[in-house]
């Protein structure tokens, strides 16, 4: 039975586990919760589309990336730069010294408009951009790195470098990004006002949709001839290579695909949230998009949304009432999720709790088959 | 742009600026030299490696409050005090560490590097909560202070020199450490080949425990030397990190020489490309550089050559 369930696109748990998630995002979130608590979980679940990048490239793939959060700006500061063109038409603007650019522009004494921005007067050419952006950088940065074999903590460090520079590079080019405030002031998508409570909880939905649509192809990957390979690769690389396939275009692909992913979050953060900043790009926030991905399973794919509802919505409930405790707790977490449980809440439901419904039940239904992680994560 | 200027003054802003790099470069060789033996020698990413420094520091200040109130006629020695308090207090928690955390992760090194971070989080927040979020100066004995006039348009400020002196001998003890104890042997040779070094009777776990230690206890000591130049607050250490690294990496992660030679190079380019482009440009050029060169070039500047 667990090798046919195994091949199909959604095995019977799985596809429970795909439907009870759609439940609480669909249909549980919204009914309880306010607008304003509506559109922060809509935040948290932008985050959720990194941490499932993650699940592949790191779960599956082995290959752990700190510079995440420089995709999930560059997707993120591409819509933003779309939004903020449209809020500064020349009426809109008309104190300025030079009507028609952004407000930060003319604070710096910028008098037109810098010739990159200018394809993201268009939309079409601005979605394109929220994830071509990322993976161009990314096919780069992978094909630099991976033909090279450069692998394990080293990437991670340079990774780590990449999100360093480009939030120095933000913060220090105000006059064309926004600099430490990042882009602010964000108003209208093609005329409709994103503002309106209205609006939030249809961007809700759109997002909860494209969340969905990212799940499945990462379900597809996870489930085709390239997810096992990437699992081979990660547990004996050189086996994989020496059998005649390619590892770095593997790879490349797999980083490419997770720098997508974040990009299209970091697009749905901009609309939802209302701004994009550096302070999204740097390397706190990627590295605790790793820990999203972390406390969710590193090999989960439906693990990482719960790890980044989870971890993001503790953040907000602690960082209110106890703020030094949080960064106590946030700290502890690292900690424990890497000692004691390497895979998560994914882990802990697939050996503790599912067989013990199972049992309960007396259904005998498989539990999630999950590869044996605690033997060998990454290296 | 440089018109207005006549020779000499050229000539002086160019030994001036030169100089800045060499006291960033001490900071970043006094930095590296404790990363470069945990992470050169026994491969260990510590992310936390930042916060042992700052422990350094703030120990440091403490010691220099307390010269001051008690024993003011020794105050002008109370940093050699530190110095070895300092090293003691983070070799102390280092050895700690590695007992309760590393020890168990040796075969993950990137869950090594997420529960360093974790660590790095947690003491930022003890430092908050005991020292407070404000930065914190030490007050500099008096023959520290003032500068040492070289000729009537250089000069070179005092507390900059000590800081240079103290990273090259720390250096110097840092090699002969490594090269001529037998500690330094032990830890070669587990680096070369564990299991072979462990059938010659070296106890490899207490080797690691004492190296990470010793790692941490030097950047204990390079927080110390740290506060002589600026002050000290509880997220300083993070701000270095990712520098420091890109330095061990850079220059080859097991070469000591490496590591001096790529701090060199990478402080003196930011510091004399920061007179030319704005400071956040000039680090932007030189990380992107760097990490150009690593990608031609991964094993760094001096790659050991090693029969695996």
């Known amino acids: 039975m667990m090798t046919n369930a195994s091949n199909r696109f959604l095995s019977r748990s799985e596809l429970i586990g795909f439907a009870v998630l759609a439940a609480i995002i669909f249909i549980v979130l919204p009914v309880m919760l306010d607008t304003f608590r509506l559109n922060l979980f809509g935040k948290y679940l932008t985050y959720a589309f990194v941490a499932i990048g993650l699940v592949l490239c790191w779960g599956a793939g082995g290959i752990l990336s700190l510079g995440q959060g420089v995709f999930f700006g560059l997707g993120g500061y591409c819509m933003a730069m779309f939004l903020k063109l449209e809020a500064s038409t020349p009426e809109n603007t008309a104190i300025q010294s030079t009507p028609g650019i952004p407000d930060f522009m003319d604070w710096n004494q910028l008098t037109a408009l810098p010739v990159w921005w200018e394809p993201f007067k268009v939309l079409p050419l601005a979605l394109l951009a929220v994830v071509l952006v990322p993976v161009v950088f990314a096919f780069i940065i992978g094909v630099a790195m991976f033909t090279r074999r450069v692998g394990g903590v080293y990437f991670a460090i340079i990774t780590q470098a990449f999100a360093a520079i480009l939030t120095i590079l933000i913060i220090g080019q105000q006059g064309y990004t926004g600099g430490v405030n990042g882009i602010t002031d964000l108003r209208t998508l093609l005329g409709w006002d994103i503002r309106t409570d209205e609006a939030k909880e249809v961007l809700y939905y759109v997002n909860g949709v494209l969340l969905f649509v990212v799940l499945f192809a990462a379900q597809f990957v996870r489930k085709s001839k390239l997810g096992r390979l990437l699992i081979a690769m990660r547990d004996q690389e050189d086996r994989v290579r020496f059998s005649g396939y390619n590892v770095a275009n593997f790879k490349i692909f797999v980083f490419c695909l997770g720098a997508a992913f974040a990009g299209i979050g970091g697009a749905m953060f901009t609309l939802q949230v209302g701004f994009m900043s550096p302070t999204l790009v740097g390397i706190v926030p990627s590295i605790e998009m790793v820990i999203f991905c972390a406390v969710g399973g590193r090999l989960s794919i439906l693990g990482a949304v719960y790890g980044a509802l989870l971890v993001n919505w503790a953040k907000t409930t602690f960082s209110e009432s106890f703020p030094e405790l949080w960064l106590l707790g946030l700290g502890g977490l690292f900690i424990a999720v890497v000692m004691a449980f390497p895979n998560g809440l994914a882990g802990i439901w697939a050996e503790q709790i599912a067989p013990r419904l199972a049992k309960l039940t007396k259904s005998g239904g498989a539990s999630v088959p999950l590869p044996d992680a605690a033997k060998s994560p990454a290296e | ?308």
Not at chain 2, 73 to 89: K, N, Q
Request: charged residues 10%; contains cysteine.
């Open chain 2, 1 to 308: 742009m440089f018109s207005d200027y006549s020779m000499s003054e050229l000539g002086a802003i160019f030994a001036m600026q030169g100089f800045a790099g060499l006291i960033l470069f001490s900071v970043f060789v006094l930095m590296a030299l404790g990363l470069a033996i945990i992470f050169g020698q026994m491969g260990v990413i510590n992310m936390a490696h930042g916060e042992f420094m700052i422990l350094g520091a703030y120990v440091t200040y403490l010691m220099s409050n307390f010269f001051a109130d008690y024993m003011p006629a020794l105050f002008s020695m109370y940093f050699f005090v530190a110095m070895i308090l300092a090293f003691i207090a983070s070799g102390a928690l280092g050895l700690f560490v590695e007992w309760a955390m590393i020890r168990h992760l040796y075969k993950r090194p990137l869950d090594t590097l997420l529960a360093t971070w974790g660590l790095s989080l947690i003491l930022q927040q003890i430092y908050r909560s005991v020292f407070g979020a404000r930065e914190v100066g030490v007050s500099i004995p008096d023959w520290m202070m003032g500068s040492l006039p070289v000729t009537d348009l250089i000069e070179v400020p005092i507390n900059g020199i000590f800081v240079m002196v103290l990273a090259v001998s720390i250096s110097l003890a840092v090699y002969i450490l490594m090269f001529k104890s037998v500690w330094g042997r032990q830890v070669r040779a587990i680096n070369q080949n564990r299991v072979m070094a462990g059938a010659v009777g070296i106890n490899t776990e207490w080797t690691d425990r004492l190296t990470f230690g010793i790692g941490c206890g030097v950047a204990g000591v390079a927080g110390a030397a740290f506060t002589m130049i600026g002050s000290t607050g509880p997220t300083a250490g993070q701000l270095y990190i990712v520098d420091t690294f890109l330095v061990v990496v850079f220059g080859g992660a097991a070469s000591l020489l490496g590591t001096i030679a790529s701090a060199f190079s990478i402080s003196q380019a930011q510091s004399i490309m920061e007179f030319f482009l704005s400071g956040s440009m000039a680090k932007v050029l030189t990380l992107l550089t760097v990490v150009g060169i690593l990608m031609i070039r991964p094993q760094g500047l001096f790659a050991l050559k090693l029969r695996k």
